[in-house]
């Protein structure tokens, strides 16, 4: 089934941003480095990136931040390069992926309840409850067979843009996660409506039979 896929990061752009990482995909293989530990290394710098949010110390965990998504992206092209994908190791992704976004988000929202900013400690809720719904009604619909992976809002653009916000300016940070909040339950409904859609449209060829 066709459809559009509109996401706030070009796709396109996104395959020449991974493009561009083959050279050190390449000598991380020849090294073998196992993507399962660029996996866990995400989550890691993702922790800290979280307590330097509560801190108050925002340039740094916008930084530690990008450099978690960035170990998300390298961590997979590893695991194809080398050879080494497995169900496994796509599993232990995606479980990481959820927990470093949870943790990411625990520390925003702590560092807004801290300054007393109890209305952006709201939207960070939000942006963690879209977060995880756009995840969970991907994995969902792929269960039950059909497929789910467009969207505006998904981890590469949330990623970025409360990465960048941090490092740029508490203004700008919190209209990334407004940003965040709005359109990635925006992009959970556009899933829902997906497979609506492709499930209306199974019914009607079944009754066509």
Same mark, same amino acid.
């Given at each position: 089934?066709?459809?559009?896929?509109?996401?706030?990061?070009?796709?396109?752009?996104?395959?020449?941003?991974?493009?561009?990482?083959?050279?050190?995909?390449?000598?991380?293989?020849?090294?073998?480095?196992?993507?399962?530990?660029?996996?866990?290394? #995400?989550?890691?710098? +993702? /922790?800290? *990136?979280?307590? &330097?949010?509560?801190? %108050?110390?925002?340039?740094?965990? !916008?930084? $530690?931040?990008?450099?978690? #998504?960035?170990?998300? +992206? /390298?961590? *997979?092209?590893? &695991?194809?390069?080398? %050879?080494?994908?497995?169900?496994? !190791?796509? $599993?232990?992704?995606?479980?990481?992926?959820?927990?470093?976004?949870?943790?990411?988000?625990?520390?925003?929202?702590?560092?807004?309840?801290?300054?007393?900013?109890?209305?952006?400690?709201?939207?960070?809720?939000?942006?963690?409850?879209?977060?995880?719904?756009?995840?969970?009604?991907?994995?969902?619909?792929?269960?039950?067979?059909?497929?789910?992976?467009?969207?505006?809002?998904?981890?590469?653009?949330?990623?970025?843009?409360?990465?960048?916000?941090?490092?740029?300016?508490?203004?700008?940070?919190?209209?990334?996660?407004?940003?965040?909040?709005?359109?990635?339950?925006?992009?959970?409904?556009?899933?829902?409506?997906?497979?609506?859609?492709?499930?209306?449209?199974?019914?009607?060829?079944?009754?066509?039979?």
């Amino acid at each position: 089934m066709a459809y559009s896929n509109r996401r706030l990061i070009p796709q396109m752009l996104q395959d020449r941003f991974t493009n561009s990482l083959l050279p050190l995909v390449n000598r991380c293989s020849k090294w073998g480095l196992s993507p399962n530990a660029v996996t866990i290394a #995400g989550v890691v710098i +993702t /922790l800290f *990136g979280a307590a &330097a949010f509560v801190m %108050g110390y925002l340039r740094l965990a !916008g930084i $530690l931040t990008l450099l978690g #998504g960035f170990c998300d +992206t /390298l961590d *997979g092209s590893i &695991a194809r390069t080398s %050879g080494r994908a497995s169900r496994f !190791g796509a $599993l232990l992704d995606s479980a990481v992926d959820r927990y470093a976004e949870f943790i990411m988000y625990l520390g925003i929202g702590a560092y807004f309840i801290l300054f007393e900013d109890y209305s952006t400690a709201a939207g960070t809720f939000l942006a963690l409850c879209g977060s995880f719904m756009v995840s969970y009604t991907r994995a969902r619909a792929e269960s039950l067979g059909f497929e789910a992976k467009l969207g505006f809002m998904q981890r590469p653009e949330r990623i970025v843009l409360i990465g960048l916000g941090a490092l740029i300016h508490i203004t700008v940070f919190k209209i990334a996660i407004w940003l965040v909040a709005v359109l990635s339950n925006y992009t959970a409904l556009q899933r829902i409506r997906f497979v609506y859609k492709q499930n209306s449209d199974i019914s009607k060829e079944l009754d066509k039979i």
